[in-house]
C-alpha cells in the first residue's frame, strides 16, 4: 500500500520578520518515520480544501501561536498574541471537514485548541492569569540548559481509561513536556477529555464516535518514549485504514458501472 498522505496547514510566522510559512522537522520526521507522507499547504481556501481532502488520508493541526479569542465568544484580553485569523479559519475549517468525512485527525497543542473551539468549545486566554492553582504550562525556558526544550518533561498528566489515549499509552500516568500558555477551558460537543494534568487542566481530548480524533496539549513529535510513539504510530495506522477503505470503495464504484 502507498504511504498514506497526511495534510498539514502550514503556519504563518508573522512574529519573525522576515515572515515565514513553516513548522518544525520534528513534526514531519513523526509522520514519515511512521509511515505517512507529509503533504505540507499554505492557506487553501474552502474550495481549494474540498479539493484536498481526495488526496489525503489524515489532518495534522500543529502547534504554534494563540487562536482570536473572538473564535471562541471572548473579547482579546491582551493575552491572546500573534493572533492570525487566517490561519485560525482554514484549521477550523479543516477541522470540521475531518469530523464531516470522518478523516483520521490529530491536533498537537495549539492544534488541540483547535479542535476544542471547532466543536464550540472555549479556550483560557492564558491558564496562569486565569485558573486557580495552575502549574507552570509554558516551558520554552526551562531550568535544566542540557535539554532541548521539547525533551523536557515538565509535569504528569492522568490519563483516563477506558478511552483511545489509554490504549495508545497504556499507562494510567504519564510524564510529558509542556509548551502552551492557553488550554481548553470549557469542552466543545462530542469531545472527552481524556487526560488530566495535577491542576486539573484537560491535556488531550478525543472526538467520540471517529475513527481516530484526538488532540494532545504536549508535543509528542518532541519526545521517544514509547507513549509518544504510539500516538503517531495509531494516527498513520488509521489512515492507512481510511485510504484502504477509499480505494475499496473507489474500485467498487468503478465495477457497479461497468455492471450499470
Known amino acids: ?94 477541522v470540521r471537514l475531518a469530523l464531516k468525512y470522518q478523516l483520521p485527525l490529530l491536533g498537537i497543542c495549539r492544534g488541540m485548541q483547535v479542535i476544542n473551539v471547532a466543536l464550540g468549545g472555549s479556550l483560557y486566554q492564558d491558564v496562569h492569569e486565569e485558573m486557580s492553582g ?43 513536556n509542556s509548551l502552551h500558555h492557553q488550554g481548553v477551558k470549557t469542552l466543545g460537543k462530542s469531545l472527552t477529555a481524556s487526560a488530566i494534568a495535577p491542576d486539573g487542566l484537560v491535556e488531550a481530548i478525543e472526538i467520540s464516535d471517529h475513527p481516530f480524533g484526538l488532540g494532545v496539549e504536549w508535543h509528542p513529535e518532541e519526545l521517544i518514549d514509547a507513549a509518544s510513539q504510539n500516538i503517531f504510530t495509531s494516527f498513520i495506522n488509521a489512515a492507512k485504514n481510511a485510504a484502504a477503505k477509499r480505494s475499496i470503495g473507489h474500485n467498487l464504484k468503478k465495477v457497479q458501472e461497468k455492471t450499470t
Open 1 to 94: 500500500m502507498d504511504r498514506p498522505r497526511i495534510l498539514i496547514p502550514l503556519p504563518n510566522h508573522s512574529d519573525i520578520v522576515p515572515s515565514k510559512y513553516g513548522i518544525n522537522q520534528s513534526y514531519i520526521h513523526a509522520v514519515t518515520k511512521n509511515g505517512g507522507e507529509p503533504l505540507c499547504v499554505i492557506r487553501p481556501d474552502a474550495e481549494n480544501m474540498l479539493g484536498l481532502l481526495p488526496l489525503v488520508s489524515g489532518i495534522l493541526v500543529v502547534g504554534g501561536n494563540d487562536i482570536d479569542p473572538e473564535f471562541y465568544g471572548q473579547k482579546n484580553d491582551g493575552f491572546a498574541r500573534y493572533v492570525d485569523r487566517e490561519r485560525d479559519q482554514t484549521e477550523l475549517t479543516l
Open 134 to 176: 495552575a502549574l507552570v504550562h509554558d516551558h520554552h525556558a526551562h531550568g535544566d540548559t542540557q535539554l532541548p526544550r521539547g525533551c523536557y518533561l515538565a509535569h504528569s498528566v492522568d490519563v483516563v481509561e477506558g478511552t483511545l489515549l489509554y490504549r495508545l499509552v497504556k499507562e494510567k500516568t504519564i510524564k510529558v
